[in-house]
């Protein structure tokens, strides 16, 4: 007859950091397409928690002076660099295995090795969840920072965790809205193109390379069925009245406008994340702004700045200590007694900080001001 294993005999068959690397590994090789490494490039792990960023100033073009013959040239100021600081954020969880699941596994009808199999299958499987939640919240960082400008911690997407608003420092004058006193992109009498418009202009303006926008589906779907939309469509394409638009996909239509006004494509944003709230997985609110618009370059916008958990120093013989991604994830695992469990925590140390917090672009389109400035 097989012998039965004990939760703790389970725990031993992951007995040293390198049997546990490897396991993060298999758990890991998942999340090698995460949203957020379209937008980020993550940096080389640093000594220290805190980030420091110098970006170039623009210059400003200033008329040469009307000098007579022997008089000395005026100097000019030279523009230097704006410094933005700040600190890297500790972000992580932890599941437990514990005496329920151990039994869910007796009652599935595992003994000897195919129990430690299945042990083995279910702790990847609830690793690759822990793993995954650490990327879901750099996306929610990322998607957040670009659609409004800061990243907000709040009882709704960090109910277990501390409350904090971090600033991106884009500048004002990059955070725009409909330029009226009451219409928006909901409204059918004002045309939403000339607020794309509008931020393409102010990113030549700047001398920023941008190539595209970014919105959420049902920001795209209004802007694409808006009748003054419709109606520009209608008149490029050379169509008459009694031509039916339906008949047009929504990508030719984009296109048609697109090349016509001279403006960037789009890029719809698609999101899901999940938080937990009583131990029960529920979907956490989209971190992209609704009805936002982005403006930026398709090269990443952001340093994932990180530094190794100080956690990878710990010495304690009863706690396995390993990390994945060169440091940027340490996880380490515990035995624990009365209550008998093992417990599996993950923790990463990073922000993701503005390339150039002057060559992201923002416009809400449900915000209506005569001036058409702030978000």
């Known amino acids: 007859m097989t012998p039965e294993l004990s939760l703790y005999d389970l725990g031993q068959v992951v007995s040293g950091s390198k049997e546990l690397g490897k396991i993060m590994d298999r758990a890991n090789e998942k999340y090698n397409n995460s949203a957020w490494k379209f937008y980020c490039d993550k940096l080389d792990p640093q000594p220290i928690d805190e980030w420091v960023k110098y970006v170039d100033t623009d210059e400003t073009e200033v008329r040469a002076s009307v000098l007579s013959l022997n008089s000395k040239r005026p100097v000019r100021g030279v523009s230097g660099a704006e410094k933005y600081f700040g600190n890297l954020l500790r972000m992580g969880h932890a599941f437990t295995l514990d005496a329920k699941d151990f039994y869910e596994l007796r009652k599935l009808g595992y003994h000897g090795d195919g129990m430690i199999d299945a042990y083995i299958n279910k702790y990847v499987n609830k690793s690759a969840a822990m793993i995954q939640g650490i990327h879901s919240e750099i996306n929610n960082m990322v998607w957040q920072g670009l659609s409004t400008g800061k990243i907000v911690f709040d009882a709704n997407n960090n109910p277990d965790g501390i409350l904090m608003t971090k600033d991106l420092q884009i500048p004002a004058e990059n955070k725009m809205c409909c330029k009226h006193a009451s219409y928006t992109w ?190």
């Open 186 to 375: 909901w409204s059918d009498e004002y045309d939403p193109i000339q607020d794309l418009a509008r931020l393409r202009d102010k990113a030549r303006e700047k001398g920023k390379i941008v190539d595209h926008f970014e919105m959420r589906k049902e920001t795209y779907q209004r802007l694409i069925s808006h009748p003054l939309v419709l109606s520009r469509f209608t008149n490029y394409a050379n169509l008459s009245a009694g031509v039916a638009v339906t008949m047009y996909a929504t990508d030719q239509i984009w296109a048609r406008i697109r090349e016509t006004d001279n403006l960037p494509d789009i890029l719809v944003i698609d999101e899901l994340s999940m938080h937990e709230e009583n131990g029960i997985a529920v979907s956490s609110p989209k971190a992209f702004k609704e009805k936002t618009v982005v403006l930026r370059s398709s090269a990443p916008s952001f340093d994932l700045v990180n530094t190794p958990s100080i956690n990878l120093d710990d010495r304690n013989p009863a706690t396995i200590t390993t990390e994945i991604d060169n440091k940027f994830i340490t996880i380490q695992k515990e035995f624990r007694s009365d209550p008998m469990a093992e417990i599996t925590s993950f923790e990463s140390i990073n922000f993701t900080v503005p390339k150039d917090p002057t060559a992201i672009f923002i416009l809400n389109a449900g915000k209506a001001a005569s001036n058409g400035q702030g978000i």
